[in-house]
Every structure is written in C-alpha cells, then in structure tokens.
C-alpha cells in the first residue's frame, strides 16, 4: 500500500429478497430460468485467455428432468491441465504482486455484480443446476456467495493491518505473501456459494487458482466465471477445467508446485487426498496447506422442555430444505418420549401440507429432486431397507420415483436402535432417522450422541431449561463445530457463524471468518534497525 492506508467499505449481509407471488424478483428469475432451460449452452474450460473447447463433451440435465438438456460442458485431457498449471504459475508474479486494494475492488465489484444484474442469471443457473427451490437458490448463489466476497475484503484488510509492536530503535512489520505456488479448488455440487468462495478466497489474497468445479454444479459455476470475468478477475488468476477428477488431480498433486489444497466434498475423498499429498511431499517445493470441509451426521436433539412445534419445526426445515443435500442437513434426531408422539405428528402434518417433489419453476414446491442418479439409487437403498428392518419403521415418507426426475419423498424413519445404520450413516438425502429416548435418560443420551457418529460438522439443542441447554453445550463441544441452541443445525451466515467441523468433517478452518484467509497466507517479518551496531561487545563484557 504505497499511497494511503485504506479503509474497506463496511461488510454487510446482503438483504434476502422474497420471491412472494407478484413481486418483481419472481418474474425476472422465472424469465431467466426459461430462457436457460430452453436453449443449450456450450461451455468451454477456461485456461489463461483461452475458452478452451476439445470436442469431448458431457450432457447437462436438470435432476428434476433428467431428459432434458440445457447444455454441454468440455472435458479436460491431461495437456490441459499441466497448460492451466503452467498458466497460473505464469500469471502468480504479476498478480502477487497487484496492491491489494486493486484485488480488493475486483471481488467488491463482483459482489455488485451478483446484487445486481447477475442475480437471477446465478439463481436460475442454481435451480437448474442443483435442482433448488428460488429461496435457496437466493440464500445461497446470491446472498451467501456476495457475503463471502464482501466480508473476506473486509477480514483480508484486518489480516493486512495486523502488525507486530516495535521497541526503541526498530520497526517491526509482517507482510502477507501468497503461497509460493498454485492452490487447487475442488468444489461440491451443493453449494453455488461454496464454488465460488473456495477459488475466489485463494486467489483475494493473492495466489493463483487451478479450480475443478463438481461435474454436476458446471452450469451455475459458469455462471461465477462471467462474473468474475465482468469483475476483472486477470486471465490466469483462476483457472477451470472439468472432467475426471482422478486424472485432474493427480497431475495438481504431482506438481512440484502444488502448494494448498481447498475442498468441500466426502470425507472418503478428502482423506484420500491427504494421503496423496502426504506420499508426494519430497516433491513439493513447500508444504502444502490442506483445507477441507467434508462429511456430517448432524443432530437434533429435544430436552422434555422443548415446544414440540418449535422441534418439528426445525426438524422438517433442518432435515428436507434442499433434499437434504447440505453438510449441515439434520439427519438423526432425539426425541423424549413424553413429547415424541406430539412432535411426530407435528412432522407428518407439515409433510402432508407439501406439494409432491417436483420442479423449482413451480415456486410452489418445498421439495425438488436429488441431484443424480446415483444419490437416488443409495437412498432408495436405505428406504427399501429400512422397510424390512424390525428395528426401523417408516413413519412419513417412504415413496420414490425417477420416471422424469430424481424424486424422494421426504422420509421419516422411527428406530428403536439408536446405531441403526441410518442414524450413523450420512446419506445426504431428504431422510431423517428419530431415536425416541426415556426422559430420564437424558444425560445418557448426550453421551449417545456424542459418541455416535464419526462426524462433528453441526448440531442442536432445543430445550426451554437452561440447565440442561448448559450441559448439552458442555457435553457436546466436541461433536460439531456449529452449534445451535433453539434452533435447526442449518443456515450459517457468514460474518455471523463461520463455518466447519473437526473429526471426520474437515480441518474447521471456518469459512466466512478471516481463520480461512490465515491459511492462504505464508508470513514474512522484517525487522529494520536505524541505528546499527559497530561493535559485537555487550555491556556485560565490561
């Protein structure tokens, strides 16, 4: 910062808008999501300057109609990589050395970007895309993915003014460097936000970016490469290929100057991962940073003092917005027995309320498909299962159907086993699985869900005594990383609850707080004496 210290305009959420029958907002996003949804569209990878096209294509289909195509994407061959690599390294000096203040504007103006004129477009890509509903589509594509931007300008500049104290005859001043290399993106079909804040948060601080979208979030992170494009974003900085990740990531891992790793995706994976970074690290040129945020199983749990509706509640919302499909869905919940049956028909009553699974165009729909075939096939697995099972009872729910799109009925299933294998399995589908447990066996059951599952992503407690709200956050600190009280274990909003877990659900390097930036950092301290010393004697030599 060679001409002034500046100050970032102040972060803020960005304001959730409606969708309500008549509004403006509906009608623009249902114009966009047709004009998407019929025409096709060709999207390239993006290498340095290049929109690169190798003939070698895959379909894009919404889930919720599987037929139908609305483009395709470009399969990368392994030259490809090893030139987008190459690419980055090409453009790191350059952009490293940008004033931070210009890469700053970049990515506020991307936030104005998606506000604006590029809302519904990154909306109605999402709904096709990811088969959401508009509200979470909104809250995600658009709100979250500009509260990353906005509020990680706003943390890169505290990062940047945290300096060291200097004594008499000294001054002492940290700079910030980027990794002495390229950071490689892997990002999840879930969350258009989490696509576009794993690459962009690398590259704000300066790195340079390889980024492997998932293959079935292509279309909505089309939609972020315009944008970061229109933002000003230099050819280079991020770079995006699509196709077999196992090849993609082995040539990003052999390179020497592979130096971090940022991944949302299965905990199988990012293990895998790990050990591969691991078995190459005499080729590195330093040691890599590995950031990740996996897996979950995450849990409700309902003292007898809880409101039953205020539980059913967050159950239904927990457990069944976006099919279930996100890290922090609520998948196992414990009920007490004096409350359980109210709680229970709480939950069948709203699910009855539902229109059936359907298409996000129909704004009517609660519930839209899974997000391909192979989700569907596993969880209809587990239904099937659990129908025959004695310790299982399906209680709401149960009916599937992939005739035109990837449709599951929300399921409830009741077991008397509290390590029936869908209370310890993550299924990330629209399936919640209920223990119900004896009242006073209250403590004993914190202790059951605490030592369940291998995860500790998020969690809640609703209860009315604050006694038993102390000891469940006491008891429970350790098994989720995003702890709610009163509340569903969803909906984190950045610069309010960052986001991640620890055991098998990630490195808890918090999104949307300024700990994530850290670890996209290597600090150097330089200490600058004005009056240096002629003569090596001490005062205690004499």
């Known amino acids: 910062m060679g001409k002034g210290f500046f100050q970032v305009p102040t972060a803020y959420n960005e304001p959730i808008k409606s969708y309500k029958p008549g509004s403006p907002e509906r009608e623009e996003v249902l114009i966009q999501y047709n004009s998407y949804f019929n025409n096709s569209v060709d999207i390239p990878m993006y290498i340095g300057s290049k929109e690169v096209r190798t003939g070698n294509t895959k379909p894009m289909s919404p889930p919720h109609d599987h037929q139908h195509i609305v483009g395709h994407y470009h399969l990368a061959e392994k030259k490809h990589v090893s030139e987008a690599i190459e690419n980055a390294l090409e453009s790191r000096e350059k952009w490293a050395n940008l004033p931070w203040e210009q890469r700053a504007a970049i990515f506020l103006k991307a936030a104005e970007l998606i506000a604006g004129p590029y809302r519904a477009k990154i909306n109605a890509a999402t709904m096709i895309a990811q088969s959401k509903t508009i509200h979470q589509a909104e809250i995600d594509a658009a709100c979250e993915l500009i509260d990353f931007l906005r509020f990680n300008v706003e943390y890169m500049s505290q990062i940047y003014a945290d300096q060291p104290d200097s004594s008499e005859g000294i001054w002492n001043r940290v700079e910030y460097r980027p990794l002495e290399g390229f950071v490689y993106a892997i990002t999840p079909f879930n969350f258009t936000a989490i696509a576009g804040n794993l690459s962009a948060s690398a590259a704000m601080m300066g790195n340079v970016v390889l980024w492997k979208p998932s293959d079935s979030q292509v279309y909505s992170a089309k939609v972020i490469v315009d944008i970061f494009k229109e933002a000003g974003v230099p050819d280079g900085v991020i770079n995006v290929v699509y196709g077999d990740p196992v090849m993609i990531t082995k040539v990003a891992l052999d390179s020497p100057d592979f130096a971090g790793l940022h991944y949302t995706g299965s905990t199988h994976v990012f293990k895998e991962l790990w050990k591969q970074i691991g078995n190459n690290i005499h080729t590195y040129k330093t040691y890599p940073r590995i950031v990740g945020e996996t897996g979950g199983k995450d849990f409700i749990i309902a003292h007898p003092t809880a409101n039953p509706k205020q539980v059913s509640t967050a159950i239904v919302r927990g457990a069944f917005e976006f099919q279930g499909q996100k890290c922090s869905a609520a998948s196992r919940v414990y009920l007490p027995k004096s409350i359980s049956n109210e709680i229970l028909e709480f939950v069948k009553a709203d699910l009855a309320s539902m229109n059936k699974p359907g298409s996000p165009e129909n704004m009517g729909n609660f519930i839209t498909a899974v997000i391909h075939e192979a989700s569907f096939d596993k969880l209809a697995k587990y239904i099937d299962q659990a129908k025959k099972d004695k310790k299982a009872t399906i209680f709401a729910g149960g009916n599937y159907d992939k005739t035109k799109g990837y449709f599951i009925e929300p399921t409830v299933i009741v077991t008397t086993d509290p390590k029936y294998t869908t209370m310890e399995t993550e299924l990330f589908g629209p399936v919640v699985t209920i223990y119900v447990y004896e009242d006073k066996e209250w403590s004993d059951t914190l202790k059951l869900v605490d030592s369940t599952s291998e995860y ?70 330089i200490k600058e004496t004005f009056v240096t010393p002629v003569n090596y004697k001490y005062p205690f030599l004499g």
């Open 456 to 525: 500790a992503l998020t969690g809640a407690v609703i209860s009315g005594d604050r006694y038993a709200i102390d000891e469940a956050t006491k008891a429970l600190q350790n098994c989720a990383g995003n702890f709610y009280i009163n509340d569903k274990p969803t909906g984190a909003v950045v610069g309010q609850q960052p986001f991640g877990g620890a055991r098998a659900s990630g490195t808890n390097d918090k999104a949307g707080s300024a700990q994530n930036l850290l670890r996209w950092v290597s600090p150097r301290l």
